[in-house]
């Protein structure tokens, strides 16, 4: 359960990068976010404690006139570097990742890229290891906010394809979707969606992950100053548990 690469997708996972809800006229190259969360696993005495600070900055100025803040940044193709540092506690177990990362559109072009690196140091109580992998991404935007890509590790790489797309309602509302689907070396093939739907001032959203069978919602209400503020709950096979998140953009 300790093993470097699950608590480092489990701390990617707590420490996703989720979106505001509000719409403004306005832009930001900054962002900043927060989040706690706990886990109740079943049969297990002590709930898993997660937190992780996250900051992002893009290479160009995103503007929010007239779409989700929450979603500026993807509908502008606007490139990014962030940086992650999380801990995640289960007892007298610990973990903690510090990781950063590049992503970057090619100017005129249908083209992204991304680079990773991720370094986790995991202590079960008795033996302490430390790790450090590299990952990325590949992919194409072939019409506006329409997004295809895969995602390969320094491991290897298991065939793998994401689809996003966020549309404008003809209510002027928006609604951002996306499936994905892996095919592992051992095993069935995995699959997830996830869809968020925009009010002018708040977000409701949800999704399910066929690993585990977890099922999973949420809602963000945006704050003054560039504050938004997010709650989730999931439940699986054989745990369940809550976040909170607070991100803020210099809006």
Same mark, same amino acid.
């Given at each position: 359960?300790?093993?470097?690469?699950?608590?480092?997708? /489990?701390?990617?996972?707590? /420490?996703?990068?989720?979106?505001? &809800?509000?719409?403004?006229?306005?832009?930001?190259?900054?962002?900043?976010?927060?989040?706690? =969360?706990?886990? %109740?696993?079943?049969?297990?005495?002590?709930?898993?404690?997660?937190? @992780?600070?996250?900051?992002?900055?893009?290479?160009?100025?995103?503007?929010?006139?007239?779409?989700?803040?929450? #979603?500026? &940044?993807?509908?502008?193709?606007?490139?990014?570097?962030?940086?992650?540092?999380?801990?995640?506690?289960?007892?007298?177990?610990?973990?903690?990742?510090?990781? !950063?990362?590049?992503?970057?559109?090619?100017?005129?072009?249908?083209?992204?890229?991304?680079?990773?690196?991720?370094? !986790?140091?995991?202590?079960?109580?008795?033996?302490?290891?430390?790790?450090?992998?590299?990952?990325?991404?590949?992919?194409?935007?072939?019409? +506006?906010?329409?997004?295809?890509?895969?995602?390969?590790?320094?491991?290897?790489?298991?065939?793998?394809?994401?689809?996003?797309?966020?549309?404008?309602?003809?209510?002027?509302?928006?609604?951002? =979707?996306?499936? @994905?689907?892996?095919? +592992? %070396?051992? /095993?069935?093939?995995?699959?997830?969606?996830?869809?968020?739907?925009?009010?002018?001032?708040?977000?409701?959203?949800?999704?399910?992950?066929?690993? /585990?069978?977890?099922?999973?919602?949420?809602? #963000?209400?945006?704050?003054?100053?560039?504050?938004?503020?997010?709650?989730?709950?999931?439940?699986?096979?054989?745990?369940?548990?809550?976040?909170?998140?607070?991100?803020?953009? %210099?809006?």
């Amino acid at each position: 359960m300790f093993k470097s690469g699950k608590w480092m997708i /489990g701390a990617a996972m707590t /420490g996703l990068v989720l979106s505001g &809800a509000t719409l403004a006229d306005d832009e930001f190259c900054v962002q900043a976010q927060g989040h706690y =969360g706990k886990t %109740d696993i079943e049969d297990v005495p002590d709930d898993v404690d997660a937190c @992780s600070l996250s900051g992002t900055y893009y290479l160009a100025p995103v503007s929010t006139t007239d779409v989700p803040v929450g #979603e500026a &940044a993807y509908i502008n193709r606007a490139s990014f570097v962030s940086v992650m540092a999380s801990r995640v506690e289960l007892g007298d177990a610990d973990a903690k990742v510090l990781a !950063a990362e590049f992503g970057y559109h090619v100017p005129d072009t249908i083209f992204f890229g991304r680079v990773g690196v991720a370094r !986790a140091e995991v202590d079960d109580g008795t033996v302490s290891d430390d790790d450090t992998t590299w990952n990325g991404t590949v992919g194409i935007v072939p019409i +506006p906010r329409l997004f295809f890509g895969t995602d390969f590790t320094e491991d290897g790489y298991d065939p793998n394809i994401t689809a996003r797309y966020v549309a404008k309602l003809s209510n002027s509302h928006w609604l951002a =979707g996306s499936i @994905s689907a892996v095919d +592992p %070396d051992e /095993g069935d093939t995995e699959y997830s969606a996830q869809v968020d739907y925009y009010f002018p001032s708040f977000k409701l959203g949800g999704g399910f992950n066929s690993l /585990g069978d977890q099922w999973s919602v949420r809602a #963000e209400k945006g704050l003054p100053h560039g504050f938004a503020l997010q709650g989730d709950y999931f439940t699986d096979e054989g745990s369940d548990g809550f976040g909170i998140q607070l991100t803020w953009r %210099d809006l």
